[in-house]
C-alpha cells in the first residue's frame, strides 16, 4: 500500500495498513535541521510523510523594507522574523462601502498561481496524496475589512459583510476547481474560526455568514472530485455540528490545548468523518522532549485509531519552533504504533 491508498483509505473512515501522516505545512528550518540540503519534497519522500501540500504562489509587491502587499491588496508586516508561514497582516483594502464599489480581487484564473502545485504533482501524483490548501468566508474577509471592523459589521452592516465574503467565496471556488483539475487529490480549507476558548462570533452568526461559503468550497471540491478537510484551530464544539453536517470529509487538527479531547470527537464523529491531529505544537513539540511526544503520539493513535478514519499530525503545523528531534520522534513513533491490527503499547 502506497502513501496515497493509504490517506484515502483513512479519508473513507478505513483501516490502511497504518495510520498515515501529514502536515498542514513543515517550516524549511526545521526541514534542513533534520536532512540538511533537502527540499521540502525531499523530506516527505525521505521520511514518508503520506501527503503534501501546496498554497497558491503569491506574489508580493514591496511598499517599504519592512511591508509589503499582496495580492488581495493587503498589507503585510515583513519586519520580524516569526515562526509562523504568512506574514502578518496590518491593513485591510476596504475601509467602506465606496471602497468595496471600486475593489477588484484577483483572479483566480491566473495559472502562475498552482506552479508549486503542478511541481509536486508531476513528482507524487499516484504515489502521495497531493493537497492544495484554500480559504473561504472568515479569515480573507477579515484582511479585507481587518478583523474587528469586518466582525462589528456582522451586526452593523450584514449586506456589506456579506458582499465582502462573496469576493473571497468566489475567488477560492474557482481556485479550488482549478487545482483540482491541476491533480490536488484533497482540498484542504483553512479558515480559523475560532480561539482557545470558543468560536469568534455566535453560532447563529457563523451559520448565517461563515458556513454558506464553506460550502460552496467543500461542494465545488467535491463536485470534481476532490476530498475536502476543515482546518480550524480552537475551541469548535460549540459549531462543530454545522461544520460536520455540511458534509465534510475530514477534520483538522483538533487542537488538545484549546479543549479539543479528540477521543470525545471520535466518539462523537467518528463515524461520520476523518479526525486528523493533535499532538500539540505550542508547548509539547516546542518545548518537551521525545520521549513525551512518543506517548503523545501514543495515546492519540489508541483514542482515535480503532475503525480506522484517522491521520496523524501536529495541532496546527510543524512551525519554525518545533524542535526537530520532537517532529522526528513523532514521524518514527507513527510508524511504529500505528500498524493495524491495531496493538496496546
Known amino acids: 500500500m502506497n502513501s496515497k491508498d493509504r490517506v484515502f483509505m483513512a479519508l473513507e473512515y478505513q483501516e490502511p495498513d497504518r495510520v498515515p501522516l501529514l502536515e498542514w505545512e513543515i517550516h524549511p528550518d526545521v526541514i534542513e535541521a533534520i536532512s540538511p540540503g533537502s527540499t521540502?519534497?525531499?523530506?516527505?519522500?525521505?521520511?514518508?510523510?503520506?501527503?503534501?501540500?501546496?498554497?497558491?504562489?503569491?506574489?508580493?509587491?514591496?511598499?517599504?523594507?519592512?511591508?509589503?502587499?499582496?495580492?488581495?491588496?493587503i498589507i503585510r508586516d515583513f519586519s520580524k522574523k516569526t515562526s509562523l508561514f504568512w506574514p502578518m497582516p496590518l491593513e485591510g483594502p476596504i475601509k467602506s462601502e465606496k471602497d468595496l464599489e471600486k475593489y477588484n480581487p484577483p483572479d483566480p484564473h491566473d495559472p502562475r498561481k498552482l506552479a508549486t502545485l503542478r511541481?509536486?504533482?508531476?513528482?507524487?501524483?499516484?504515489?502521495?496524496?497531493?493537497?492544495?490548501?484554500?480559504?473561504?468566508?472568515?479569515?480573507?474577509?477579515?484582511?479585507?475589512?481587518?478583523?474587528?471592523?469586518?466582525?462589528?459589521?456582522?451586526v452593523r452592516n450584514p449586506e456589506f459583510a456579506k458582499k465582502v465574503v462573496e469576493i473571497t467565496t468566489n475567488y477560492y471556488v474557482e481556485l479550488t476547481k482549478h487545482a483540482v483539475d491541476e491533480g490536488a487529490d484533497i482540498i484542504?480549507?483553512?479558515?480559523?474560526?475560532?480561539?482557545?476558548?470558543?468560536?469568534?462570533?455566535?453560532?447563529?452568526?457563523?451559520?448565517?455568514?461563515?458556513?454558506?461559503?464553506?460550502?460552496?468550497?467543500?461542494?465545488?471540491?467535491?463536485?470534481?472530485?476532490?476530498?475536502?478537510?476543515?482546518?480550524?484551530?480552537?475551541?469548535?464544539?460549540?459549531?462543530?455540528?454545522?461544520?460536520?453536517?455540511?458534509?465534510?470529509?475530514?477534520?483538522?487538527?483538533?487542537?488538545?490545548?484549546?479543549?479539543m479531547d479528540i477521543g470525545e470527537v471520535k466518539k462523537v464523529y467518528g463515524d461520520k468523518i476523518c479526525l486528523i491531529g493533535n499532538i500539540?505544537?505550542?508547548?509539547?513539540?516546542?518545548?518537551?522532549?521525545?520521549?513525551?511526544?512518543?506517548?503523545?503520539?501514543k495515546e492519540c493513535i489508541l483514542q482515535a485509531a480503532p475503525g480506522g478514519g484517522y491521520i496523524l499530525s501536529s495541532s496546527n503545523c510543524i512551525h519554525k519552533s518545533v524542535k526537530p528531534e520532537?517532529?522526528?520522534?513523532?514521524?518514527?513513533?507513527t510508524k511504529k504504533y500505528g500498524r493495524y491490527p491495531r496493538k496496546i503499547y
Open 40 to 73: 521540502y519534497e525531499d523530506f516527505v519522500e525521505e521520511f514518508d510523510v503520506d501527503a503534501v501540500s501546496a498554497y497558491e504562489d503569491i506574489k508580493y509587491r514591496d511598499l517599504s523594507p519592512t511591508e509589503k502587499i499582496d495580492h488581495w491588496g
Open 119 to 154: 511541481r509536486l504533482v508531476k513528482r507524487f501524483k499516484g504515489e502521495k496524496a497531493i493537497a492544495f490548501c484554500v480559504f473561504d468566508s472568515f479569515q480573507w474577509p477579515a484582511f479585507l475589512r481587518d478583523i474587528e471592523n469586518f466582525l462589528m459589521d456582522y
Open 188 to 259: 484542504w480549507s483553512g479558515d480559523d474560526y475560532c480561539g482557545k476558548s470558543g468560536p469568534l462570533m455566535s453560532p447563529s452568526h457563523f451559520e448565517e455568514f461563515v458556513l454558506p461559503g464553506m460550502v460552496k468550497v467543500m461542494k465545488a471540491a467535491k463536485e470534481k472530485g476532490a476530498y475536502y478537510i476543515k482546518h480550524c484551530d480552537g475551541y469548535l464544539w460549540p459549531i462543530l455540528d454545522k461544520i460536520v453536517n455540511a458534509g465534510i470529509d475530514a477534520l483538522n487538527p483538533i487542537q488538545p490545548d484549546a479543549g
Open 280 to 297: 500539540e505544537c505550542s508547548h509539547l513539540l516546542t518545548f518537551g522532549s521525545p520521549n513525551k511526544v512518543i506517548k503523545a503520539v
Open 326 to 333: 520532537n517532529f522526528l520522534a513523532m514521524i518514527r513513533a
